[in-house]
Structures are given as structure tokens and as C-alpha cells.
């Protein structure tokens, strides 16, 4: 059975057709039955979840508007704020810390009338594109238990895959919102750099993180975008202007559109991942848009660059766990004996070994070597994206260059891990907007995405491209 929208469940409780206590149970009872198997969540939040649900259903008895979110049932990942609810980042570090304030994010979608369900696994401080970097346990792939449901946002993405919440929310600083989504065949939209406010996500390489939705369909992407947009005086790095109007851009069909083509795309994906990108031009283009080959020639550049920015900026934002502000402590008998002794039990190797690389990469002597190269190879892939543009109003690329993979297959080799990110990342070094959209199956008939890149607030662009995908694979 196909899940029921967001849409479609806060149409039905603002009219009262559909109670928010049914559709909370319908989830529950599908976490109660799978969640074992999958761990999606980190902790589900049933107690708070069924009082907020059964408070809804009163006030639209009582004649209350709730908001276009009414009663839509929503999975956090666990590096958002939420007040007086543990957010672990699913790292040890964090253990017992409960936030004192809710994200932007969370206020916004809580005032649209969400139903949150719980806190789900991620890649430690989302470093990672298994989720199997978690302290606490991997998470799986609902569509295959064997399989990682991708990262570092796996839990959203499998709650939504799973059904045990309409909708999630992750964050995407190389592609954990992206690839997860591609994994688990749902969609997933990384938005444009400041359209949605970082207050409240806990910090990994701040030029780069954005939050942004898992859902079913691009409609419902579209009315969480909608919720989540706009500006946000507590982040200096939020754009000002109004929330995005996204939902009125997708009847418009691709007529006309210049859909371009990378020709000197990095090599790589597996066949099936290929053949169904080469699918969804043939489907554009049978609706009326055009197919153009440009060239990103520093796209290649983009994993190398990034795996030098994020962790000089995760350095830095990791500084801050230091046993004596949040969560962990381990005693020790002078205050940089404590440091080091909490740091070390409190971090996974994933993470200490980011730190080391980002502290490296800004050390004196390696500064321009390392770290400043990277800030060039930055600036042309934005020079290249911005030719690309120039000729296309999107690009189209693979999401993820394999489908999901099993458990433990890439092992303890982390180059192999940062290969899945090699379409994904470019993208987050320009602070461009792209999604994920489901596009068929590829390898072992498991899920492919397909990934629609726009330039800065090209958001419309990506929506109406998103829905004649989504059409097309009908
Ligand atoms: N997989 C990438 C990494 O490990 C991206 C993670 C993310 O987007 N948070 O850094």
C-alpha cells in the first residue's frame, strides 16, 4: 500500500475526516513491529507524540486551524535541538545532554501542527554515508535488512522508507540528505545555502550544512520546504527572504527547459545507476525539454576539496566537547588530563580521525598546502557551475554511484566510504540547491536516484524538473 502524503493527512485532520490519534498509532504500530530489526531511531518519543497528537485532534474539534502540517507524523534526525529531549549527534560525547531550546526548524514545523515521533541514528556528528559510524548500532535498509540505508542521515531516511513516520528531516553537508534518500527510494532535497535557518543543528562544517526534508513525494517535499524556508534572525548565515512558494511550481512540466548533461562527469557509478540517468533525460526530453552537454571540469576536484574543508571546519566546531560544557565527562586529575580523557572515550574513530585530518590541513605549516588549496578548488567549481548555468537552467546526475551496499562491506577502508559522496559534494561547496528524486531501480532491483542540481535559489527550477521525474516514473 502506497503511505498516505503529508498532504493528504493534514487535509484530512484540519477537516476532521482523519483523526492525528489514528495516523500516530497506524506509525507506532508499524514501529512497534519493524523497528527492532531496522533501528531507525535513536529514541521514539510515543508518550509526547500520542499527548501532542490527541491535543490536536481536540482543537480542530474545537474549530482551531492547525496548520498546513496538521497531525503529519515527522522523524528529527538526532543532531537537532530539541528542549528537554536527549540529542546525541549518536556520539557518547553527547550522552545525557538535553538541549534548552528546540532548532528553528523544529519551532516552525511544531507551529505548522507536526506530530514528531522521535530522534533518529546518524553517522556520528554526521560524519559518514552508512550511518554505521553511529555509537549506537547501525541502522538498516527497510527495503533490505542486509543493506545500509545510506548516511549520515540513514535513520530519517529509513523512518520515512519504513513508514514509521510521513515524513523526516536530516541535514546534507556532502550528501547525507541526498544519498540516503537514493538508497532508500524516497526523495531528499539539500536547499540552497541559508534558505533554511541552521539555528539548532548541532554544528559539523558550518559552510556547508543545510537541514532539509525526506518524504514520498516531491509535493510533499515541496510543503516542507514551504514550513522549513525563509528567514531566520538567529542565523547570521540565513538569505533574507520569505519562505519559498514551492507547491505552485509543479504542474508547470519541463517544455522548454534546458536540462544539461555533464559529458566530463567523474566515472564510476554501476551501469544500472547510468542507465536509469540516461532513462530519466529520455523521459525530459519526451516532455519538452531539451538535453545540453556542459562541462564542470573541477567537479572531479570536489570529494578532495571537501574532505579538507569539512574537517578543518569539524576541528573547529568538535573543540567545544571538551567534558566540561555538554553531556560526557571522564575525571581525571588536572583539567587537560579530563580533556584528553573524555575526548578519547567520548569520540568514534570516524570522528577523531576527521579532526586530526581538519587540524592538520589548518596547522601553520600546511595552511596553504592543504586547506587553502582547497579554498581554490572551491572557487572554480563555482566558476564551472556558473558556465554550466549559463547554458542549463539544471544539471542531472547520478545521486549515489551504487545502490545500497551491504553492512560492513566497505569495512575499514574510509576512501571507499568517501566515493559514495563524489556526486553529491560539489554541490554542497557552492552552496547550490539539489534533491534526490526516485527514478526506478538499478542493480539487484533495488532503488536508484536521480540527482536534480539548480543554481542558488533555483529551487523553482528543481521542483517542476523533481515533479516530470516523479510523473515519468509512474
Ligand atoms: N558522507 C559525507 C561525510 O562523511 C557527507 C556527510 C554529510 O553530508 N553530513 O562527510
Redesign the pocket.
Known sequence: MTPRTAVDTAAGVRSGSLRAADVLEEHLARVASREAEIHAFNLVTQDAARARAADIDRRVAAGEDLGPLAGVTIALKDNLCTRGVPTTCSSRILEGWKPPYDASVVERLAAAGAVFVGKTNL?EF????STENSAFGPTRNPLDTSRVPG???GGSAAAVAADFATVAIG???????R?PAALCGVVGVKPTYGAVSRYGLIA?ASSL?QIGPFTHTVEDAALLMEVISGHDARDSTSIPQPAMQLRQELGKGVEGLRIGRITDLPAGADPGIMARLDAAFAALEAQGASIVDVQVPAFTYGLTA?YLV?PAEASSNLARYDGVRFGMRVEAPDTNAMYSATRAAGFGDEVKRRIMIGTYALSAGYFDAYYGKALKIRRLIANDFAAAYAKADVLLTPTSPTVAFELGSKGDNPLA??L??TYT?PT?LVGHPAMSVPFGTAELGLPAGVQIMAPTLGEPVMFRVAAALEEAAK
Not at 171 to 177: A, N, P, Q, V
Open positions: 553517522d554526521a560524519m559518514g554515508s548516511g549520515s542521515s541535514s546534507d553537508t556532502g550528501g547525507s540528505i544519498q559539523f550544512d571537501y569539512a566510504m568517501y559514495c559522496d559534494i554542497n
